[in-house]
Each structure stands twice: as C-alpha cells, then as structure tokens.
C-alpha cells in the first residue's frame, strides 16, 4: 500500500501539508481551526470571563468525526491525578484520531504561567517574581522543567509568557507580569520561551498587544496608548521574545486600541506580526475572544461575522472552546459571505505545527512513556533557587536583619499561616482548587509562620493573625498587641489573596482602585508600629503598594512577590541570614496610593515638578534592593570626556565589582540610556541592560556592556524607528535612580531609519580578575 505523500515524513513540512489541505473537505479543515473545553462547567465560578454565557453545547462524537484542533485544558480544569489524566488523555486522543478520516490527533495545550497549572504539579513563583530575580538563566531552567513535565503526560502547547508591561500598578494581573520595563520583560521572557521551546512544548507569547495599558487598570478595558508608546513599550518584548526564544505561537489580547480590537485587527496580527517580523506560527485567540467582538466590542453583528473579523485579521485557532469557528462559521463559507481562503490559510498554519509536531506522523502514539512525577525534588530544588533570588530587601536601616537565633518574635498577619498566600492565580491551587474545597493541594506548601519556626528553632515565635486580608474588621488587634509586646521583634507578614474576577485582592479581574494595602492591613501595622516594638513588615504580594505612610518607621522591610510553594522557606532564609537577598524591584514602589497611573518611564514631565502639587517620585525606584553584605564599583572605563561615535556605532564601557563584606551575595549592575535631547519627549532612564554577578567575600569580577546604537532608537514623529545624531548618556547604576558612574557619548553622521533586524539586546561579558 503507498504511503500518502501527507504522511510521508522525508518529503518538507509545507508539502505534506499542501497534499493533506486538498483531500480535506471544508468542514475537516474548518474542524481545525477551534478547541474544545472538555468538562468546563456552565455554572458556578468561573477561571475564564464570562466563562458561563459563552460556553457553546456539541456532541463528542458528531463533532470529532471532522477531526479536532486543539483540547483545551485536560489537566487545568478540575483536579486530576496526573497519571491517571494522562492515560484519560491517550484515550481521547486515540478517540480523535480513529473518529476522523486522516486520524490527525489535537493539540492539547495548557496553562503554565507559573509552572504547570494542574494539580500535584510544582508553584514556582510568579513572573513579577522572575523579574525580580534579574536571572533569565535561571528561568530558563525552570521552564525547561515545565516543558518536561507537560511533555511527560502528552501536552504540546503552553500558555504561557505573559510579555505585558506594567503601566498602571493597580491591574489585577500585575502578578502574571515582569515587570514594568520592556527590556527587562523581553530579555527574561525570551528566556522564558528558549526554555520550554527546548522540550518541544509551543510558547505561547501573550497578550498581544497592549493589554496591560487598559485605561483605569480595569481588566479589559479600553486601551488608549499613543503609537510611541505602543512601539517602544509595548511591542519589543514581543519582538525579542519572538526572535531570540523562537516561539511559535501568540495570543491576541482582549483589549481594542483606539477603537479597534486586537483579535480584529490585521495590521497588528498579519502586517506588523508576519509580513514585518516574519512570524510562521499559530495566532489563537484568548478564551471566548473571538465571540467578544459581538458581545462585548459589538463590531460583529453575528458569530460568523465575529468568525470573519478574526480570520481576516489573523487567528487561526479559536480558544478554549467552538462558537464563532463552528457551525455559524461553515454556514458563513457555505452561503459565500466568507471565502474558503481565509480557512486554507488558518489550516495551513495549524496542520504545519503539527506536522512539526510529528502528528501527522504515522507511527504516532499518545501512550506517556516513563512514570509521572509532576513535583519532583529537583523541581522543588528549582522553585526554591528562584524564590531565594526573588525576594527583595527594600530596607534594614537599623540592620535589624537578620534575626538573631535566639530572639523572641511576634509573626502577626494575614499571610503569615496560610500557605495560599505564596501563590498567585494560575497557580492550580489558587485557580482551580478554590472550586472543589474538599480536594487537598496537592502539594507541600509550608507557610512562612512554619518556616520561620523550623529556620530558628532556637527562638521563641508566638502568632496572631491580627486581621483579614480584606475584610475592615479589627477584632483581632488586641491579641496583635499582646503577642507583640511580649516579642524583641516583631514580623508583619501582611499582602495579598490571589484570586480571580473579584474572589481576591489580586488576580485576572481583581483591579484595585488604589495602592493601599487591602482591608485593615494599614492600620493594623499602624497600631504595631504604635507598640515600640521593633517591626519587620513582610510583603507577600502580587502588585507593589504604597508604604511612604511608614518610611523611616520600620525596622526593615521585605518584599516578595508570590514566591511559590518554596517561598515560605526563602523570605523566613532571608529574615534568619541563611540567604543573602539579592532580589531587586521589578517595579517601583510608591511613597502615597493615589497618583496613579505611574511607572518609571517618565519624559521630564512625568516626574516631578513645580507645576503640579503631586509628587510621582516612588519610595523605592525601579532596580532598588539591598543586600547583607557590601559591593564596590570600581575601576571604570567610561572616561570623564564625551567619546564620539556614528549613529551605527558601538561602545564598550566596564567596571570591577567587589564584594567588601563577609558574605557571598549577587550584585545586580544596571545599564541605562539617558537621551538629552531628542525630537520627541523620551523616558528621562530606561533600562537598556543588566549583568547579575554573585561573588564570594573578596572576590571581584569584571563586567563589560558592549552598547550599540540601536538600543538607542526610538520612534520618531513619523512612525519611524530612528537613532539621532547628538548627545547620549550610559549609566551604569544600583537602580534607575542610584547612579554610580556615567559615561557621555556624542553619536555623528546621518539619522539612521532601522528595521526588523535592529539589535534588541546589549551584550554583557563577566570575566573573574580575582
């Protein structure tokens, strides 16, 4: 019998392809172009927006004679035995393959934000919490081990980075970010991507574009950036993502920019995504985003129109589940309102990732191989690492830090017993398990008050949980004072509940109207700060929040960002000195609640001046953090004149770091462009890179940035990419407002128009002198 040339795997990805396009009938191709949600629930709570009203009913089997594209979410929906989901997987998919004429199997994908979003499987911390790190090696590794362990039960695409910049801190899903810089987003997400690409797994890059701009920080809302700040903020973590991680598939966001959605929108998703960056991989909408274009931007009279906008535009898949890609779709080509071209292309790509996905293959077998182990030791191993280099040592002025082994200690707060308070909302406990109470987490997830305790056994802890995190009550103050006035030292563990849609205080849907730390938090470390006793504030967050209402009041302050099922060990490593803190702030944190939005990407009048009563300036900037031990800068090569190089040139400028203390730490140094004059207002420093460098006591290494003129380029008033002749500064700094030396350069010769194929990244080189 001869082997159809479809399933022949000498013959090119695209011709086997070609072949199998023109024996499939319209509805096997159309079959393609959509998922199916097994076992979403149509009441209740909901993990998608709107999740109840936009559910469409079909039957199994009628449906998967066609053939199926995509099975949405086998593991992340309801709890599962891992081993046992992944044999009910194989299952499925031998069902798909022996119902349909090509017996082509679906791409089951899932959510892995912050790790594997199923139960049993391992919480690591939340992406703020990557930035945090300023370690892209070490989240590379990390979603190395997603990509395994998704692979390990038959998964084939991950949801996951999140490459949005943080424009207005108060948007619940702040936590899913990482950061508010797009260097520093795009550098650590490529990362990211190159990690679980590297297992075969397709990274999903998401929400294209402009999502976290949504006005008012509400979720969805309208999105009202400018073109400059749509380019130069918003897109180039994308791009770099795209073209250093080699990611094969995006997300379009939910939002409209400037009245046009981006699941509608051809320039953002056919001109700029293929024709310009030259993407090849699959765009998929965001769950029911195709049917909001009828129901929620109301440009779609019907669900075949909605159907019709998004495939113009350019996505092929629609998620989570049949709607608009359905029977109102068909019935749109049957009847020649929308033509069958438009589905052509949108299989074309989707059988092309599977074809590189081996399935089409005919020797395919869904069976896992090997046992499943979603929470290995090595995993934990890895969560615990990346929690350690997270956490963020805002201030000690007192160098209350570490605590003395033997100390008495007050821990009072709302996240100090409760292991939930480590996780953020795509964690499977967090997202899922809030649905099904009787089920147990699945995994060890020690509280920072157990932590604490097993850290310095020898000292005496006592507890009061003092208040809610929501809830105004302040019933349990009393015991708060009792507990603290018979403490040396007390530890405020207070911050957030993550949840989703308004069940927390972050989280997809849950916005905030203004930085004040939630409920009764405020004032209950007011009345422990009343005390006189010592206290250490202790932030387990998803979003930064104002603390000038205590600056100068505390006697250290920590902050981490939902560290993951690890972090209770990593923050109480930080407070007892087993674990020098070498986290450093992915966002600012403001002095005052209100005042928003803000970030540190201001031009001269996003900062502070006299014509406005309302200082922006954050109590803690952008790349802020300290450490137990002492670094030096020394050694700088940058020069004291202004070196002249053309607007295509380049510059290396170097410096020595040494570690003076008496303790092995990392030091995080900082390059940021400052462009004095330029033809449109630009950002006073931006971030233009970074070198994590650890160090043993005495040690010293040299860090060399390789500048080019490209990173200096910025969208001009025409649209256009430009790097200007004239002034530029390079400052290397601690954070973007600690500055330690700064070399002045003077670019000659003609304004440069870039391309595409503009360098996105400054090179760094570390080299040990002794």
Not at 460 to 482: I, Q, R
Not at 567 to 579: E, K, T
Not at 583 to 605: A, N
Request: charged share 20%; hydrophobic share 40%.
């Amino acid at each position: 019998m001869t082997t159809a040339p479809w399933r022949d795997p000498a013959l090119p990805a695209a011709a086997r392809v070609d072949d199998l396009l023109s024996r499939m009938t319209l509805e096997e191709k159309t079959a393609q172009l959509y998922g199916v949600w097994v076992g979403a629930t149509t009441d209740g709570d909901e993990v998608a927006p709107l999740q109840r009203e936009m559910t469409a009913d079909y039957d199994w089997e009628e449906l998967i004679s066609q053939g199926l594209g995509q099975l949405t979410r086998p593991f992340g929906t309801a709890p599962v035995d891992p081993a046992l989901g992944a044999q009910a997987l194989a299952r499925a998919q031998r069902r798909i393959t022996e119902a349909g004429r090509f017996g082509i199997p679906a791409i089951a994908h899932e959510e892995c934000l912050a790790g594997f979003t199923a139960w049993q499987a391992t919480a690591y911390p939340v992406p703020l919490a990557w930035g945090a790190t300023f370690d892209p090696a070490l989240v590379e590794e990390m979603a190395r081990r997603i990509g395994h362990d998704l692979r390990s039960v038959g998964v084939h695409q991950g949801l996951a980075p999140v490459l949005d910049v943080v424009r207005d801190p108060r948007w619940g899903r702040v936590e899913e970010t990482i950061g508010e810089d797009p260097y520093l987003v795009g550098t650590v997400a490529a990362a990211y991507v190159r990690g679980l690409e590297s297992t075969g797994i397709i990274a999903t890059l998401k929400h294209f574009a402009g999502y976290a701009s949504s006005a008012g920080a509400r979720n969805l809302a309208p999105v009202r950036a400018g073109i400059r700040e749509f380019a130069d903020v918003t897109l180039p973590p994308f791009e770099l993502a795209l073209r250093e991680g080699g990611a094969r598939s995006v997300m379009a966001a939910y939002t409209d920019t400037d009245g046009v959605p981006a699941s509608a929108d051809p320039t953002l998703l056919t001109e700029l995504l293929r024709e310009q960056w030259g993407f090849t991989g699959t765009v998929v909408a965001d769950y029911f985003g195709v049917g909001f274009l009828q129901t929620l931007h109301r440009v779609a009279g019907t669900e075949a129109e909605a159907a019709h906008a998004a495939l113009t535009a350019g996505i092929d898949v629609e998620l989570p589940t049949l709607k608009c890609y359905g029977k109102p779709l068909l019935e749109a080509v049957r009847t020649g309102e929308v033509p069958e071209s438009l589905i052509d292309r949108a299989a074309h790509r989707v059988l092309l990732q599977k074809c590189e996905l081996g399935l089409l293959d005919e020797g395919w077998e869904p069976e896992p191989t090997g046992a499943v182990n979603l929470d290995s030791a090595a995993n934990r191993a890895l969560a615990r690492r990346l929690a350690e280099e997270s956490v963020v040592l805002l201030d000690n002025p007192d160098v209350l830090l570490p605590l003395a082994p033997d100390t008495r200690i007050a821990v009072v707060g709302p996240r100090a017993a409760d292991a939930l308070a480590m996780l953020g909302c795509y964690s499977f406990p967090s997202h899922v398990l809030a649905h099904h109470p009787e089920v147990p987490t699945g995994i060890d997830i020690p509280t920072l008050l157990d932590s604490l305790r097993a850290e310095l056994p020898d000292a005496k802890v006592t507890f009061a949980e003092g208040c809610g995190v929501s809830d105004p009550d302040t019933a349990g103050f009393e015991e708060a004072v009792a507990r603290t006035a018979e403490a040396d030292v007390c530890v405020a563990v207070l911050g957030d509940r993550a949840g989703l849609f308004g069940r927390g205080t972050s989280g997809e849907g849950c916005d905030a109207t203004d930085l004040r730390l939630p409920g009764a938090q405020a004032e209950l470390l007011d009345t422990l700060v009343g005390t006189g006793v010592p206290v250490v504030l202790v932030l387990l967050t998803g979003r930064p929040y104002a603390l000038g209402r205590w600056d100068g009041r505390l006697a250290a302050v920590v902050q981490a960002f939902f560290p993951g099922e690890e972090g209770g060990p990593a923050v109480a490593g930080v407070l007892s000195g087993r674990v020098n803190p070498s986290g450093r702030l992915p966002v600012s944190i403001p002095r005052v609640p209100g005042g928003q939005p803000w970030t540190y990407l201001q031009p001269p009048l996003g900062l502070r001046v006299e014509v406005s009563n309302l200082d922006p300036t954050p109590l803690y900037p952008f790349g802020h953090g300290r450490a137990y031990t002492d670094f030096v800068w020394e050694d700088f090569t940058g020069g004291t004149e202004p070196a002249e190089i053309g607007t295509d040139g380049s510059y290396d400028l170097s410096l020595t770091v040494r570690n003076a203390g008496d303790r092995t730490g990392a030091e995080v140094v900082q390059l940021y462009l400052h462009d004095p004059v330029a033809s449109v207002t630009r950002p006073d420093v931006r971030l233009i890179g970074y070198q994590r460098v650890e160090l043993a006591p005495g040690e010293t290494s040299r860090v060399t940035f390789r500048f080019h003129t490209d990173l200096s380029a910025f969208t001009d008033r025409s649209g256009r990419r430009v790097v200007e002749p004239g002034a530029l500064e390079l400052r290397l700094a601690a954070s973007s407002a600690d500055v330690r030396h700064t070399a002045r350069l003077r670019l000659t010769g003609p304004l440069r128009v870039l391309g595409p194929d503009r360098r996105l990244r400054c090179g760094t080189e570390v080299s040990g002198v002794a």
